[in-house]
T-cell receptor
Framework: GAVVSQHPSWVICKSGTSVKIECRSL??????MFWYRQFPKQSLMLMAT?????????EQGVEKDKFLINHASLTLSTLTVTSAHPEDSSFYIC??????????????FGPGTRLLVL | AQSVTQLDSHVSVSEGTPVLLRCNYS??????LFWYVQHPNKGLQLLLK??????LVKGINGFEAEFKKSETSFHLTKPSAHMSDAAEYFC????????????FGKGTHLIIQP
């Protein structure tokens, strides 16, 4: 139980294009989803928190117009990197927590999406 | 505000010997504390969590951690290292129980010598 998937697992795109990453909770209802970013050999940094049906809350320094987050259902959140540039290349990881079962009080992480912008 | 300090960026032990990964935290709240493991090219896996119940927390794969409020520490231990334990380990603090974004330590790279 408490499995989170991400799609795609990796993506290569041209500079200036937009990329959408999906995060799904497969066996529980994720009332809250989180998006993190991890640079090579570094720790994870929280980008934003999203609650189902509400606008995402972004951490300081994260551009909300560049990193669009949608959490339209209890099992799906999407992160869209708009007008991507090479400096956006990174490992993007989502996590989800719910209100019952194993997902209560704990975040479960997706496998991550590696983005390379050329 | 909350923060986590992992005292060692790398730890190297021989297979079969004990493992100790150190973590100190700072939090204005009663924190929830976690240890996650990240194997190469794999997602983060929860090892164990402390959420104000028992101070000695047992996790998966033989790992355990002890919450010591007086020392603001949450060190991770395992009695006998296995080659498969080689990975990156993150100590993590949360303000609320799962409902808030996590603050990660910088990570400790565990190396297991044969």
């Amino acid at each position: 139980g408490a499995v989170v998937s991400q799609h795609p697992s990796w993506v290569i795109c041209k500079s200036g294009t937009s990329v959408k990453i999906e995060c799904r909770s497969l066996d529980f209802q994720a009332t809250t989803m989180f998006w993190y970013r991890q640079f090579p050999k570094q720790s994870l940094m929280l980008m934003a928190t999203s609650n189902e049906g509400s606008k995402a809350t972004y951490e300081q320094g994260v551009e909300k117009d560049k990193f669009l987050i949608n959490h339209a259902s209890l099992t799906l959140s999407t992160l869209t990197v708009t007008s991507a540039h090479p400096e956006d290349s990174s490992f993007y990881i989502c996590s989800a927590s719910g209100t019952s079962g194993r997902a209560r009080e704990t975040q479960y992480f997706g496998p991550g999406t590696r983005l390379l912008v050329l | 505000a909350q923060s986590v300090t992992q005292l060692d960026s790398h730890v190297s032990v021989s297979e079969g010997t004990p493992v100790l990964l150190r973590c100190n935290y700072s939090s204005s709240y009663s924190p929830s504390l976690f240890w996650y493991v990240q194997h190469p090219n794999k997602g983060l896996q929860l090892l164990l969590k402390y959420t104000s119940a028992a101070t000695l927390v047992k996790g998966i794969n033989g790992f355990e951690a002890e919450f010591k409020k007086s020392e603001t520490s949450f060190h991770l231990t395992k009695p006998s290292a296995h080659m498969s334990d080689a990975a990156e380990y993150f100590c993590v603090v949360s303000k609320l129980k799962g409902a808030d974004g996590l603050t990660f330590g910088k990570g400790t790279h565990l190396i297991i010598q044969p």
